[in-house]
Nanobody
Framework: VQLQASGGGLVQAGGSRRLSCAASGRTFDNYVMGWFRQAPGKKREFVATISWSGSTTYYADSVKGRFTISRDNAKNTVYLQMISLKPEDTAVYYC?????????????????WGQGTQVTVSS
């Protein structure tokens, strides 16, 4: 599976941004999908995950109520809608696909990773 993340950029605090992750190579709707992020000098952290059907989602406490993960299996794409952005949301955002583990927050469980897209939130 190849994953291509896009949609990052510079946004002011309080603004919104939608990230996309396009998948190719294998049957997309077999995969749990996740978003992670890594800020400079920090470890990569879990952001959100979504089941293969889209019926179940789970969020990190830091983004709950502000970020929404969704997927369109017909388009082989997963999205991360971000609103009320804060400077502490600044990071490289990565999408990832998990075929075997199921819904999980642990990055080690994900089998495939995209290249990352930078989101910078200015104060």
């Amino acid at each position: 599976v190849q994953l291509q993340a896009s949609g990052g950029g510079l946004v002011q605090a309080g603004g919104s941004r939608r990230l996309s992750c396009a998948a190719s190579g294998r049957t997309f709707d077999n995969y749990v999908m996740g978003w992670f992020r890594q800020a400079p000098g920090k470890k990569r952290e879990f952001v959100a995950t979504i089941s293969w059907s889209g019926s179940t989602t789970y969020y990190a406490d830091s983004v709950k109520g502000r970020f929404t993960i969704s997927r369109d299996n017909a388009k082989n794409t997963v999205y991360l809608q971000m609103i009320s952005l804060k400077p502490e949301d600044t990071a490289v955002y990565y999408c990832a696909a998990d075929l075997t583990t199921g819904l999980t927050i642990w990055d080690i469980s994900y089998d495939y990773w995209g290249q990352g897209t930078q989101v910078t939130v200015s104060s």
